[in-house]
């Protein structure tokens, strides 16, 4: 047996002991894991050091930071949402328990990735944890320091039977897939994720993909523009240009090029000085395959601002691109660099045009003072999300479900998001053996008069709020007496009010 399939069925024993069940032990988990981001943070900056160059600072502020925070708004909701949630009843239903009951799905697999290798490896894992799941963690093999500290650490905090680590790199990501698993959740690239999901196919397995894509930025010349472009360069050169949702490319005014570049460029000065290379907030590609791969995408553009590289430590200067075309080698493929292509477009509408004929993208910014604009944006287009007026800043609001649509992904997280997508949102009704007669209509033999009574009761929904119960005697003696005509003894069961208002404050 393999050590992918040893960690799969050790999850599997693990989860099947039901121990992952209790509310509890969850949220003992939780705290534990918390513990390690503020014990050992030293270890995790070490390591994101040497894999992207990371400051102590960096790697509080953008990995460890949101996600103490992401802990404890689960560990202080996690009642509430594995609570049994009420729902509304139609009339025929009205006297039962009827509700939804989250469950946890099983094993889970989370591929991280390699750009925040803690905060998109550990989030879906806090869900995991919360919803009850074991979960097998696969980080990312590019980040190697990274990967090791997870392998050394996560299971002095965690539970290593329900929760086991396994590194290491195609292969091995290979052969866990070959598992069968509860759900796969993958943060990535499209076409890994296209092979993530035709290997889940085979067992049915369901998946969450985050992916990525060319995120546009539209920037309406009557906006701010320092302000407009401080926020984009920080959306752009945050992590040097390694993130999924940093704004890909600038759609503009060819009036306002000029502007963009120049206000661009004071802010690249005041974030990372004049010598980024030398500055401690700017970050390195992650390794010589993306640096090669990164420079190459300048070859057919016109570098307006940066472009000094050095192969060896693996630096790209911030970079702005002007006058790019549409068929330039930068515009093929999500960058996911310190690149940042400007298209000029005549007006909203040509931007709106040049955005649908392309992916949908995992986010949309626009800067603009108009709110017209802004709204014909977000009803004429599609996305994971939309941003108006800054960058990045939804990842960081657990209220918001993060993720894609189309080929930027499928699924989402955070906060109960996460919760929900790892959970099986159960159906349940329970329903008592009486008052038989309003159960009539629907059985043979099947008349004109039944169908009638079924229309009337299967099209009203009733809502059990306060007022909802202050009602309840009047409407199931109404239906039981007039609309169902049912036997005297099933009135009098209907119209016990304390009984049913126990039923109703149950549900």
């Known amino acids: 047996m393999s050590r992918e399939q040893q960690a799969v069925a050790c999850a599997r024993r693990a989860f099947e002991t039901g121990r992952s069940l209790c509310l509890d032990h969850r949220i003992r988990q939780l705290k534990s894991l918390k513990r390690l981001f503020t014990e050992r943070q030293k270890e995790i900056s070490d ?3 040497k894999d992207l160059n990371k400051s102590v600072v960096g790697t509080e502020l953008y990995e460890t930071l949101g996600l103490e925070s992401e802990i404890n708004l689960t560990v202080s909701k996690l009642k509430e949402w594995a609570a049994p949630r009420p729902v509304e009843k139609n009339l025929v239903t009205i006297s039962d328990t009827i509700y939804i009951k989250p469950e946890p799905l099983g094993v889970v697999l989370i591929i991280g990735s390699w750009n925040y290798p803690w905060a998109v490896t550990i989030k879906p894992l806090i869900g995991a944890i919360a919803a009850g799941n074991a979960a097998v963690i696969k980080p990312s093999e590019v980040c190697v320091h990274t990967a090791k ?14 929760y086991p680590v396994v590194t290491g790199g195609v292969v091995e990501t290979q052969e866990l897939l070959r598992q069968r698993f509860d759900h796969i959740f993958y943060t990535g690239n499209s076409l890994v994720g296209k092979a993530i999901m035709e290997a889940a196919s085979k067992f049915l397995t369901p998946v969450t ?10 920037i309406d010349k ?40 120049e206000e661009i460029r004071k802010a690249i000065k005041d974030f990372y000085t004049e010598n980024p290379k030398t500055c401690a ?16 995408m300048m070859d057919d553009s016109t570098v307006a601002l940066g472009g000094d590289n050095d192969e060896a430590n693996c630096y790209i200067a911030p970079t702005i691109l002007r006058d790019v075309k549409p068929e330039a080698k930068v515009m093929q493929e999500e960058i996911f660099g310190p690149l940042l292509p400007i298209l000029p477009v005549s007006d909203l509408d040509e931007a709106i045009r040049f955005i649908k004929k392309r992916e949908k993208p995992l986010a949309l ?3 603009s003072s108009d709110n017209e604009v802004i709204q014909k944006m977000l009803s004429s287009t599609s996305s994971g999300a939309m941003v108006a007026n800054d960058c990045l800043i939804h990842y960081s609001v657990s209220s918001l479900p993060f993720g894609g649509v189309g080929n930027s992904g499928m ?8 919760f929900d997508q790892l959970s099986h949102l159960r159906s349940c009704l329970i329903k008592k053996l009486k008052m038989e007669g309003i159960n009539s209509m629907r059985y043979p033999p099947h008349t004109a008069k039944k169908l009638s009574r079924a229309r009337f009761l299967l099209s009203k929904n009733i809502d059990l709020g306060w007022m909802g119960r202050m009602m309840l005697l009047a409407v199931l003696g109404v239906v039981a007496a007039f609309v169902l005509q049912v036997s005297s003894s099933d009135v009098l069961l209907a119209l016990k009010a304390k009984k049913i208002h126990h039923q109703v404050v149950k549900v």
């Open 47 to 49: 390591a994101l050091m």
């Open 149 to 162: 500290v997870m392998e050394d650490l996560l299971p002095l905090y965690i539970d290593k039977e329900l």
């Open 209 to 218: 993909l985050e992916l990525g894509g060319k995120s546009p930025c539209y």
């Open 222 to 261: 009557n906006c701010d523009l320092t302000i407009a472009c401080r926020r984009i360069t920080w959306g752009k050169y945050t992590n040097c240009g390694q993130t999924c949702i940093a704004p890909d490319y600038v759609l503009c005014d060819p009036s306002i090029q000029e502007r963009v570049i």
């Open 281 to 296: 907030d700017y970050g390195r590609i992650i390794n010589q395959r993306h640096f090669k791969r990164i420079k190459a």
């Open 365 to 367: 910014y626009i800067f």
């Open 411 to 418: 699924g989402c997280y955070h906060g109960k998001f996460t």
